[in-house]
Every structure is written in structure tokens, then in C-alpha cells.
């Protein structure tokens, strides 16, 4: 009977007909697994966004965690990866808009049940799609289990842990200065600020007697008062009197103040202070309430200007209206006619805030949100920094530790509020009254003022406020089996860009709600780069398509091309020749096989004398694998496999084989390689197992996803 290994390797035609094996044998599923296989290993995957094709950065998680998974499982652990798809908030409403873009629609246009329901058929048509990639990828995570960010039980317990914060003083609703993207017409919080260094001209502008110094011309508008350091001398017979000065809407007075905020070696020292539309000078007006008038508001929503306050003034229309960059312009121009200009610095390098996505930059406004307090006293921080400090959590790389820390250092207050209408609608209802009633589902009165008029938040959750409660709530807190039985979970496996954004409020948000730590172990991987250390972007068409290259050249192959040269942390470079190589190593193995199978035929193992060296030589192998892979290092054992595949078993003992037979150590070789191989390369090992006779003889009939890993 022809066998499959008369011919070369097919990937395509293995790799589907083993994931199916391995999917019907229930296996994925820990509650299948051998009965005497207790002690658990778990690791709860990065829920990818449902918002259109895995990229090849998810690729190399599936790859790790999968080594992870398939290792712990063949060590006898009760192992659980459970999968997930994330709504991904205003991630997919920024994809989304961008949909409706292009078919000349605006989501602005279109009811809020009715947008709500568009997007949720496409997210999980979606997330149909990820799930098949998922598989093709190899992952051998346990499908009966998987989550949706907005699966009625996760938001049951995202709305437990809101209420509860409520309860404990650590979210609050304040009007607040908060960063707007007037494009995507929402807030975000501060980690979804990007900084970008720009020139822009520096105005020195006159104010009476006071020359002062602002890029932002157009909020002058709104100015309240001027501000000097305390111990600048230069004002000192300024401070705290009313200065008459001229503007373009013509005469005013203002105030000069003292704060010690302001830097004296900034332009002249003297500051405009324009609370509506600076977050510092939002600040400074908080500590001054009492000498000067509250925020004025002159720029709105959209980021254009807004005089409807000085209506009765001169000139206030010609402004009105204008974009920022407009009315910055004009206001330029007027002011050097009317002498209020002093000096222009035309290249004044400074630091501007942007929205992450789109780079619109940012106007700071004053807004009701939500906040989840941080460093309160018992403060969330406090509970994270206490675990990390005390090693319950560990990262990987170490150097991460010292990263998480300083940032925890500087933590603000989270704004949790998002104006959209993708996500977990905020379930606070307010009545008029001062009273806010936080419930999941509509209350049938104010407690207060007995008003029946109740009307719901808007908004929706920050995503990252509910995916940072994904450890436990997918293990069903409080009282699921699972969450009994896999909680705290062992690994953490996610990129190093969204330590902060994730990872940081998952330990804060575990060690809230259940008093334990959610992971012990946080891997981070690197950034996914070209040959030449570039960015892979649509733009430098250098993307490399996991699936598209899966399908060439097996995922096996790819999978390896992921692991050897990644070290935690670090940026990961791959290219379709570095691909190509691991499959020409997958064939390598192939032919090995045949070889084996042939010579095992023409005479069988018997007790042949055994080959001390070699089979030390092997031995040492199985030590320094099972070493690596406990202390995640991935790429070590993966090349050093490699290597001991390569040029020791097939060169040197297969070759001696040829004329010396040893169809027992020969086996015992090819047995042992084949399981070390396994979790990297899990499609061909597992098909090479099926013919491979076992120990006494026979074809082994255990599929090799739960034999037993060899002994070091
Ligand atoms: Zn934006």
C-alpha cells in the first residue's frame, strides 16, 4: 500500500484533516482530558478585535501561546487556553466610519439602535471570520469555551464592578477638562493621546502692560485671566490687580494672577490662562476659583470658533465660525494691524496632542465623564504595585517591571466615558436632579426627588474598562466552576504596546474584584517588522499576510519562522525567505520520516546494542528543551531543535544508520525529535505520528497532542 510518505509533504492537505482530529477528539477541552491529570495550566487569550482579518502580529501570539499550551497539555496539566473575540470599541467604530465613508454615509446620520445593530452583524460576521483563521493558525484552544466581549454574562459582570466601584467611591462623574477628537467627535483618555513634535509660530502678545507669550491664538477669546510665577519679580506690582488691556473685540480687563504652575523662563514669564480649553490652565482656575471668572467656552465641537458670548461686541462675527487654523490666521494679521502684536518666534518647537487614530489634534473640553480613580487611598494602584513588588506577578522581559512602575507613578484618573455608540452603554440614569442612580436596567424612580422622567447615559465604557476585567469575568466570577478551578490563570501572552492600556488595568481590575492577582506571568512580544527592521504597513506594501503565506508554505513553517529570533520584547523580523527556510526544514522531517518507516519495515526494532553516546546526547536535548520552554524561551529551544534535527540526527546518525542499521535507536531518535517538535510544529508532528510504530511495535493510536512529553 502506497503510504503519504512516498510523496513530499502537502501542508495544505495535512494541516485541515489534523486540526479536525485534534477539534473531534474534544481535547482542546480540558474537562476531556485524562481524569487523573489535575493540576491546571491556563492562559485566557488576547480577545482579537473583531473588526477585520488576523494580521500577522496575531500570528505570533496563537504561535506562542499555543507552544505554551500544547507543552503544558503533553506535561499531564489540566490545560485551558480560552479564546475570545473583542468588540474592540472605538477601534471598530473608527473602522466602521471609515466603511461608512466610503459608501457616503456618516454614523452622525444614523439613529443610534439602528447604527448599534449595523455594526454588530458586522462584527460578527467578523468575528465567523477570525475564528477560521484561528484554527488555521493551528490554535489549540478549547472552542466550547470561547467569549464575546458583549455576551450578556461578561457585561453582567463588566456592570457588577462598575457598581461596585460606585459603591467604593473609585468611579466618579465630574465635569472635566478632557481630550476631544473633533473628527471622531468623542473623548479619549490619556493613553490614546499621541504626542507629535511640531513648528508652529509663538505669539508675544500685548496685554496692557504685560507682554505674554501662546501658540494658541484663537483661545485668547476665552482668556480669564493672566498668570505670573510667584517669584517672578519682573510682576510682582501686578499680581493680584486688574489690567486694562485692548483685544480684537475691543476693550477689556482681566486679572493677573499668581501660581506657582507657571514657568518663569517660558516666553516672558506671563501666561494667558483660558480654563475651557487648556488642561493646565483648567487647573490654575481651580486653584484661583475665587479671584477669577470660571471657563469661558469659544471653540466647539467640531473645532470651530464659537463668539456667541460676545455677540454685542465688534468684530465677534467675523471670527465665529472660522476653523481654529482659520480664525489663528486672520487673528494674526488683525493683531499686527492693531499693534497688539509684539514679536512672532516662527519656529517654536513644541509638543502637540493627537487623536491615535486619525491625528486630528486635539481640543481639550469640558465635558460630564466618568473617571475610575486611581490613586485614591485604598487606591487601585496601590493593590498593583503591591502584587508586582511582592513577584505574585512576574514579566517577561524583567526590564518591564522598572517600565510598569514609572508609569504607575505618574497614573491620572481613567476617563471611561466614550461618546460612541459601539460598546456597554454606561448604565447610569439621571433625572435632573442632583441623584445618579447606577443600575443595569431602568429604575422605576428617582430615590430623591421621586421624578419617573429617567434617562440613560449616553455614553459608552471605555473598551478597555471591560476588557480589563477579562481575566475573571470569562472565567465566570464569582461562582463558576472555571473561575474556582482556573483562577488565577499562569501566563499572560500579549504584544509589549499594550502594557499600559491592558495588562496594567487587568491587574489593577482582577486584584479589585477578587482580592487575587489574574495572571502569575506576563509575556510581552515585540512589534512585527521586515527584512530590514521597517514597520509593515499598507502604505510600504511590506505586510505580510499569515494566512496568505500559511496557505504557501504551510502554517508549520510559518509558525517557526515566528518563534526562532523572537526574544521577548524585542522587535520580531520575518520575511517570506525566512519562511521558505522552515518549510524546506518541515520537508527535511518528512523525508527523515520516510526513511525511518523503510528501514523500520525491512527489519524491525529489536534489542540492538544500545549507543551511549548518541542517546546521551539526546537525553541532554530533552533537559535543555524542557528547560527553555519552562523559562520561555521559546526561540532557544526552537533553534536548537532545529540545529540537533538538522545536523546531528539526519547528517551524522541517520547517514551512519544507512551503513550501520539501528532500527531501535533509530526509533527511539525519531520518537523523542517527533514530540520536541510538537509544539512548534503541531500539523506535521501529529501526522508523522499516526504512522510512527510505538515502542512495542504497532501504529501508536494516542494522538500525539496528549502523549506524554518525553522525560528529561
Ligand atoms: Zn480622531
Redesign the pocket.
Known amino acids: 500500500m502506497p503510504s503519504d510518505f512516498d510523496k513530499p509533504y502537502d501542508p495544505k492537505a495535512v494541516e485541515p484533516e489534523i486540526y479536525e482530529k485534534w477539534e473531534k477528539s474534544g481535547f482542546f477541552n480540558p474537562d476531556k482530558l485524562p481524569k487523573k491529570w489535575t493540576k491546571t495550566f491556563t492562559i485566557i487569550m488576547p480577545p482579537p478585535n473583531a473588526n477585520g482579518a488576523l494580521h500577522i502580529g496575531h500570528a505570533v501570539f496563537v504561535t506562542l501561546e499555543d507552544i505554551m499550551t500544547r507543552f503544558e497539555r503533553m506535561r499531564g496539566k489540566k490545560t485551558l487556553w480560552l479564546p475570545g473575540a473583542d468588540h474592540a470599541g472605538f477601534e471598530t467604530q473608527v473602522v466602521f466610519d471609515k466603511k461608512l465613508e466610503k459608501e457616503g454615509r456618516s454614523r452622525f446620520k444614523i439613529p443610534r439602535e439602528e447604527l448599534y445593530k449595523e455594526m454588530l452583524s458586522f462584527t460578527l460576521e467578523n468575528k465567523k471570520i477570525m475564528e477560521t483563521q484561528l484554527r488555521k493558525l493551528g490554535a489549540s484552544c478549547d472552542w466550547s469555551r470561547e467569549k464575546f466581549t458583549l455576551d450578556p454574562e461578561i457585561i453582567t459582570t463588566v456592570y457588577d464592578t462598575f457598581k461596585k466601584l460606585y459603591g467604593d467611591g473609585l468611579v466618579y462623574r465630574e465635569n472635566k477638562i478632557v481630550n476631544w477628537?473633533t473628527?471622531?467627535q468623542t473623548t479619549l483618555s490619556d493613553l490614546e493621546v499621541k504626542y507629535v513634535e511640531r513648528k508652529d509660530p509663538l505669539y508675544y502678545i500685548r496685554y496692557g502692560p504685560v507682554t505674554l507669550a501662546t501658540v494658541r491664538l484663537e483661545t485668547k477669546f476665552g482668556d480669564t485671566a493672566v498668570a505670573v510665577n510667584p517669584k517672578d519679580k519682573r510682576y510682582k506690582n501686578l499680581v493680584g490687580k486688574e489690567i486694562e488691556i485692548k483685544t480684537l473685540l475691543g476693550p477689556a480687563k482681566i486679572k493677573v494672577i499668581a501660581d506657582g504652575a507657571v514657568d518663569q523662563k517660558f516666553g516672558t514669564g506671563a501666561v494667558k490662562v483660558t480654563p475651557a480649553h487648556d488642561p493646565n490652565d483648567f487647573e490654575i482656575w481651580k486653584r484661583h476659583k475665587d479671584e477669577i471668572p470660571g471657563p469661558r467656552v469659544v471653540i466647539d465641537q467640531y473645532g470651530r470658533m464659537d463668539l456667541r458670548e460676545f455677540w454685542d461686541r465688534p468684530n465677534s462675527k467675523k471670527y465665529h465660525g472660522l476653523k481654529v487654523m482659520e480664525a489663528r490666521k486672520i487673528m494674526e494679521e488683525d493683531m499686527q494691524k492693531e499693534g497688539l502684536m509684539v514679536k512672532i518666534d516662527p519656529d517654536y518647537a513644541h509638543a502637540v496632542a493627537t487623536?491615535y487614530?486619525?491625528g486630528?489634534i486635539l481640543e481639550p473640553r469640558i465635558l460630564p465623564q466618568w473617571f475610575v480613580r486611581m490613586t485614591a487611598k485604598p487606591s487601585l494602584r496601590d493593590l498593583a504595585v503591591r502584587a508586582v513588588k511582592k513577584g505574585e506577578v512576574k514579566f517577561i522581559p524583567a526590564r518591564t517591571e522598572k517600565i510598569f512602575m514609572h508609569w504607575m507613578k505618574n497614573l491620572r484618573d481613567w476617563n471611561i466615558s466614550r461618546q460612541i455608540v459601539w460598546g456597554i452603554r454606561i448604565p447610569a440614569w439621571y433625572c435632573g436632579c442632583a441623584e445618579i442612580i447606577v443600575s443595569p436596567d431602568p429604575p422605576a424612580k428617582c430615590p430623591k426627588c421621586g421624578s419617573k422622567n429617567l434617562v440613560q447615559d449616553p455614553d459608552v465604557f471605555d473598551t478597555w474598562f471591560s476588557s480589563g476585567q477579562w481575566p475573571f469575568a470569562t472565567l465566570g466570577y464569582p461562582n463558576g466552576k472555571d473561575f474556582k478551578t482556573f483562577y488565577p490563570t499562569d501566563v499572560m501572552e500579549t504584544g509589549h504596546d499594550i502594557l499600559f492600556f491592558w495588562v496594567a488595568r487587568m491587574i489593577m481590575l482582577g486584584l479589585y474584584r477578587t482580592g487575587k492577582i489574574p495572571f502569575r506571568t506576563v509575556y510581552l512580544h515585540g512589534l512585527v517588522r521586515d527584512k530590514d527592521r521597517q514597520k509593515m504597513s499598507k502604505s510600504k506594501d511590506n505586510v505580510i499576510d499569515p494566512l496568505g503565506v500559511a496557505e504557501l508554505y504551510g502554517t508549520d513553517a510559518l509558525r517557526l519562522a515566528l518563534v526562532i529570533g523572537n526574544t521577548a520584547g524585542n522587535d520580531i523580523i520575518i520575511s517570506e525567505e525566512k519562511i521558505r527556510g522552515y518549510r524546506n526544514f518541515a520537508n527535511k522531517i518528512w523525508n527523515a520520516t520516510r526513511f525511518v518507516l523503510q528501514e523500520i519495515k525491512k527489519s524491525p526494532p529489536k534489542a540492538e546494542k544500545s549507543d551511549k553516546i548518541k542517546l546521551g546526547k539526546l537525553k541532554r536535548l530533552v533537559k535543555e528543551t524542557t528547560r527553555d520552554l519552562e523559562s520561555h524561551r521559546f526561540h532557544h529551544a526552537a533553534e536548537h531543535l532545529y540545529h540537533f534535527f538538522w545536523h546531528y540526527y539526519a547528517d551524522k546518525v541517520i547517514e551512519e544508520m544507512k551503513k550501520k542499521p539501528n532500527p531501535l535507536l533509530l526509533l527511539e531518535f525519531h520518537r523523542t525529535l517527533i514530540k520536541l517538535l510538537h509544539p512548534f510544529l503541531p500539523h506535521i508532528t501529529e501526522k508523522i505520528w499516526e504512522e510512527l510504530p510505538g515502542p512495542a511495535g504497532g501504529k501508536n493510536k494516542k494522538l500525539l497532542m496528549i502523549e506524554s512529553w518525553p522525560k528529561p
Open positions: 477628537c473628527k471622531h487623536c487614530k486619525c486630528t
